[in-house]
């Protein structure tokens, strides 16, 4: 029953279906049919369109037919025309012609008639010419003629004297008729002759002569005018015999050597030559050829001979000596000595390096001292060979010659009472008596004294080396100190950081990367110097003490300065590169980080930073300019020492004392009335000498450097001080220049600079401190006059709350009284 019900609606569902697809189809005929007919439709409307558009071709062709028709007729119209016209100027142009050609012929005629009467002209003259040149040669045969018969009177006279001082008789008398009868006209003719040979050759060699040396005159003047050409010359072997070389001219090696020592790279020597050429001669070509980089270097070792020479001659005209110089180096395992001769001039002193490649062959003092004395005879050496080619060039000029000092004057003897000055180590300072002992032998075998008692030289210890020592032995007590206490820290850190308590290598990472000269190339110091012109505008920045190539060890102290005046820059642009999320951090990066955020090495910087400013730039003036100060001298060096050691006896009794300003800058300020250049020296240093900020180079954003140095290290930057104007952070952040005081200043919110009195019972004290307010009044706009109201926190009881202040344009953001700036919050 299921299955038959099932059945039966499945069928009912089938007709319906049926019904529907019957429907269906009857709808899709009607719409075919409708299609159809449409289409139909669509065909008729199509086939007129086309027919109409037939008719249109065709009623379009014969039109262009018309067209062209009456086109060829205009045409056709137009050539008769111009054909017509042409004829008619061909007509006029042909009469013209023709008459012209009358005109030419009848100039012609002219022109015939006017060459006729020329050549008769010129006939005439040459007549004329004929006849003077006629009349001049029978004049100058004339005259030849009568100096013909002048010479032979002469001649016969002559032979006439001379056949009669044969012909004396043993009277003494002279029988004049032999005499003429012996003189044969033939003879005086040919003699005559002769006579006028050789005097017109006498006159051809000196036209000759003159021609010559005219052209010499012009070829020299040529050769100061051409430019001389970079081109290899050949040169022929000496003493006549065949073949020769090719070798550079004088020029070329002058030039090579002026770049050389200008320290010019030998690789670069080549393209600066024909750089330089082109731009002073660019319609010359004068380059021919260049130096290959080989030859370049080998002009080096011509350089260190000129060189010396050079210094040989320098010594050698010296009168005296007043100070021997000698100190050591090494390269590539090598020792080398220097030796340096100073003298005094009317200009102050001077130096001359004698040699600065002196080996000594078995490294001991007494074969030092024997290569050092061995310097200056290479001297002489080099002198007499200056001579020697002088005299072949020039054989008869002996004023060239006594220009160049005889090899003799070059001598160490003239170092009698000067100064032998070596560093203070065991071996410098035997080296130094070695030297003494030689120079004192010298003096005697050459005759200067009797015995070597006479002659007196002083032993003096090099300042700049001891004060060097001082500092290397500061500096390691203090490396060591820093680091037991950081002990367990450094431990912690991995060592493939590379964290160190040594100062100097932490000066030397700073130096990578913080140097604005960008040398190292792991370093960071161009992007460092663009992100400080966008991050602190205005900002100032010490610039990084250079501690890569050879450093001194003073140069600690000199480099803790920068490394603490820029350790926040410093920090904060490590701290945004490593969090950058970039590869551009590295192993560098890290370790300078890790460090300038180290209070203990932050410490160490601070303490260096003093001792650079308090005690070793004075130390380093007084003993480099002994020799230029009025009222002080080498030997009052010591004075400064035993000031300095008593001052350093006071530090370790308390070392606060050398976080004193007025006690560690005054350390040596007994001196400044002794020694008055001292005095500017620090008033300079400290007062007047002036630092660009950062982004501008203008004179009136410059700062005093030093004074902010001192600022931030005696009182380092901390909430107090920034409230007393002391090394704040807002005085960095406000704009260069100050603000216009016109309408639009009412409303600003300022900060002035007030020193503030506290009486502490019997003492009274000052201080500086920052007070802030509003400005609600105008006074005077070009006095810069207003009216300020102060806010409540600045107020005491029944004080009034506004008052007039005078904001100068000079105290804008600056660290003194009266000092006014734009009032900032974080």
């Known amino acids: 029953d299921l299955l038959s019900s099932e059945k039966t609606a499945y069928e009912k569902e089938v007709n319906k279906l049926k019904d529907l697809l019957s429907s269906e189809k009857t709808a899709y005929e009607k719409e075919v049919n409708k299609l159809k007919d449409l289409l139909s439709s669509e065909k008729i409307a199509r086939e007129k369109e086309v027919n109409e558009l037939e008719e249109q071709i065709v009623m379009a062709k014969s039109a262009r037919e ?51 009467e020329a050549q008769e002209i010129k006939r005439v003259a040459y007549k004329d010419a004929k006849r003077v040149i006629v009349n001049e040669r029978n004049h100058s045969t004339h005259l030849q003629k009568r100096l013909k018969e002048k010479h032979k009177t002469e001649l016969v006279a002559f032979i006439k004297s001379t056949t009669t001082n044969k012909r004396r008789n043993n009277n003494g008398e002279i029988d004049e008729e032999i005499v003429d009868e012996e003189v044969d006209d033939e003879l005086v003719d040919e003699e005559v002759e002769a006579v006028d040979n050789t005097l017109e050759r006498e006159r051809e060699r000196e036209q000759q002569k003159k021609i010559v040396d005219e052209l010499k005159a012009k070829v020299k003047a040529l050769e100061q005018i051409a430019p001389k050409v970079i081109q290899k010359k050949w040169i022929k072997n000496p003493n006549g015999k065949k073949g020769g070389t090719q070798a550079w001219p004088h020029h070329v090696v002058l030039l090579i050597m002026e770049w050389l020592s200008n320290r010019t790279p030998p690789s670069c020597i080549a393209a600066n030559i024909v750089s330089l050429c082109s731009i002073i001669m660019p319609s010359a070509d004068i380059a021919l050829e260049l130096p290959t980089t080989p030859y370049i270097r080998t002009v080096r070792s011509l350089l260190v001979v000129v060189t010396k020479t050079l210094a040989a001659y320098t010594v050698a005209r010296v009168p005296r000596f007043h100070q021997i110089y000698t100190d050591g180096t090494t390269r590539r395992q090598t020792e080398l000595i220097n030796m340096l001769i100073g003298y005094v001039t009317d200009e102050g002193l001077k130096t001359v390096t004698l040699d600065n490649m002196i080996i000594s062959p078995e490294k001991k003092s007494l074969s030092t001292a024997q290569a050092l004395m061995q310097s200056m005879e290479n001297a002489q050496k080099l002198l007499k060979g200056w001579r020697e080619v002088t005299k072949e060039l020039y054989p008869d000029d002996e004023d060239i010659l006594a220009l160049i000092p005889l090899p003799e004057a070059a001598t160490l003897t003239k170092a009698r009472d000067a100064y032998i000055t070596t560093d203070t180590c065991s071996q410098a300072k035997n080296v130094r008596t070695q030297m003494i002992k030689a120079i004192k032998d010298l003096a005697v075998k050459e005759g200067i004294c009797e015995n070597t008692e006479d002659f007196r030289m002083h032993e003096l210890d090099c300042w700049n080396h001891l004060r060097n020592l001082w500092i290397e032995h500061a500096v390691d007590t203090l490396e060591k100190r820093v680091k037991t206490d950081l002990a367990e820290d450094l431990l912690d850190i991995p060592k493939i950081y590379r964290v160190d308590v040594a100062m100097n290598l932490l000066l030397r990472s700073i130096d990578k990367e913080f140097a604005l000269t960008a040398n190292y190339a792991k370093g960071h110091g161009s992007m460092f110097a663009h992100w400080m012109e966008i991050s602190h505008p205005g900002a100032l920045l010490f610039p990084t003490a250079r501690m890569l190539g050879g450093t001194r060890q003073d140069a600690v102290t000199e480099g803790a300065l920068p490394a603490y005046m820029n350790r926040h820059y410093c920090v904060e642009f490590l701290f945004q590169k490593l969090c950058a999320g970039t590869t551009e951090a590295n192993i560098l990066q890290t370790s300078l980080f890790l460090q300038l955020t180290s209070i203990e090495i932050v410490a160490m910087l601070r303490v260096l930073s003093i001792v650079h400013i308090a005690i070793v730039k004075p130390i380093r003036f007084l003993s480099g300019k002994c020799h230029d100060l009025d009222g002080w001298g080498i030997s009052k060096m010591p004075k400064a020492l035993d000031i300095l050691y008593e001052a350093l006896k006071e530090i370790v009794a308390d070392g606060s004392k050398l976080l004193d300003e007025d006690f560690a800058m005054g350390i040596f300020k007994s001196l400044e009335s002794e020694v008055p250049k001292f005095k500017d020296y620090m008033t300079h240093i400290h007062e007047q000498k002036e630092m660009y900020v950062v982004g501008d180079r203008t004179k009136e954003s410059r700062k005093v450097g030093m004074e902010e140095a001192r600022m931030e290290l005696f009182t380092p930057t901390t909430t107090m001080n920034e409230m007393k104007g002391q090394g704040s952070k807002f005085g960095e952040w406000q704009r260069t220049s100050m603000p216009t005081i016109n309408a639009t200043f009412k409303n600003f919110r300022i900060e002035f600079l007030f020193n503030v009195s506290y009486d502490h019972s019997h003492d009274e004290e000052s201080d500086l401190v920052w007070m802030s307010g509003e400005v609600i009044e105008i006074m005077n706009a070009k006095k810069n006059k207003v009216k300020i109201r102060w806010d409540e926190k600045w107020l005491t009881e029944g004080e009034d709350p506004e008052s007039v202040q005078v904001l100068l344009k000079s105290l804008w953001n600056q660290n003194k009284a009266g000092a006014w700036r734009e009032h900032l919050v974080e």
């Not at 067209?67 to 045409?75: C, K, L, N, Q, R």
């Not at 142009?93 to 060459?115: G, H, M, R, V």
């Open 66 to 116: 018309k067209d062209i028709e009456d086109t060829s007729h205009a045409h056709k119209l137009k050539t008769d025309k111009l054909n017509k016209l042409l004829q008619s100027q061909q007509q006029r142009y042909k009469t013209k012609l023709s008459s012209t050609i009358d005109d030419a012929n009848k100039q012609s005629e002219e022109a015939n008639e006017l060459k006729l």
